[in-house]
């Protein structure tokens, strides 16, 4: 992992993942196919206790979604959507399972505070592409065509503290893509964000995967209005997914779900 991924994610320190080596079932392969950009078969993964008990979070969790694609990771809280993204991220290892998500991937947390690091957009976007050995003028036009992608090129010498979080949010996306990254992990981006933001981001990350070369993002939300924009969703309940299918089939799955809730309740 990158320096710049690392500054984006960080594991939380509530977690405490088995720090045993994956077992022999646990593979790790890479563009197996190419029009499938995150797949995971079997996934598996514990939590030790601070008294010592194992805990299973994901049991068996499989799921697939294609190229270039916008999907959305629902279900009800504590359902393991966090835990997924941060496996399928490489921030935890899961216990058993395979996976293959493309490179290069990047997360991109709930709380815009915690990833825009640099003084201003122009650096903050920047900050990964050191490693590249560009120009001066390849760094400023990659950082402008990012801007451009998630709508915040008129932006790009402001101070980060001027900004709103979900243009922080949007500037974090812009440090992904400026790195050309092909699949963006996007945790709840929307829960610290007034309803403006939260629709301007989701445009944002729409308008991004429109403007650039393949690239797919995953969006953990609980918010059913946006699968308005999405390509496909994920259903999960207790560790697993249980459905997944494009976003007008997902809304009425989940909001028949909801409604039966509410029956089972009010009986
Ligand atoms: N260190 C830990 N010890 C025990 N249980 C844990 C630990 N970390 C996470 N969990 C549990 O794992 C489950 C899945 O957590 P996760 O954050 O992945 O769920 P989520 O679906 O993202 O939840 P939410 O929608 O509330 O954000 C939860 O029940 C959580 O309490």
Not at 44 to 50: D, R
Request: net charge neutral; with cysteine; aromatic share 6%.
């Amino acid at each position: 992992m990158d320096i710049s991924a690392l500054f984006r994610a960080s594991v939380p320190p509530s977690f405490l993942p088995l720090q045993s080596a994956p077992s022999s079932r646990s593979n790790y392969i890479t563009e197996r196919d190419n029009s499938i950009a995150i797949e995971g078969r079997n996934l598996n993964f514990s939590v030790k206790t601070s008294q010592g008990n194992l805990v299973p979070i994901l049991k068996d969790c499989s799921l697939s979604i294609p190229s270039g694609q916008l999907w959305m990771l629902l279900g009800p809280n504590g359902c393991g959507k966090s835990t997924l993204l941060k496996i399928l991220a490489g921030l935890l290892k899961p216990t058993s399972g395979t996976m293959s998500v493309k490179r290069p991937k990047s997360f991109v947390f709930q709380n815009p505070d915690h990833q825009v690091v640099m003084p201003t957009v122009e650096a903050d976007v920047s900050f990964g592409l050191g490693k590249l050995n560009l120009t001066e003028d390849q760094v400023r036009h990659t950082v402008s065509k990012a801007l451009d992608a998630v709508g915040m090129s008129a932006y790009m010498q402001r101070p980060v503290q001027t900004l709103s979080g979900g243009q922080k949010q949007r500037v974090a996306i812009a440090g992904a893509l400026a790195e050309a990254c092909k699949v963006l992990l996007l945790d709840e981006l929307t829960t610290f964000l007034d309803e403006t933001d939260q629709v301007g981001v989701v445009k944002a990350v729409k308008n991004s995967l429109n403007a650039s070369d393949d690239v797919t993002a995953l969006w953990v939300t609980h918010r059913l209005e946006e699968l308005e924009y999405a390509d496909g969703a994920l259903y999960m309940e207790n560790g697993k997914v249980v459905k997944q299918g494009d976003g007008s089939s997902m809304m009425n799955f989940i909001k028949a779900k909801q409604s039966s809730y509410i029956s089972q309740i009010n009986s």
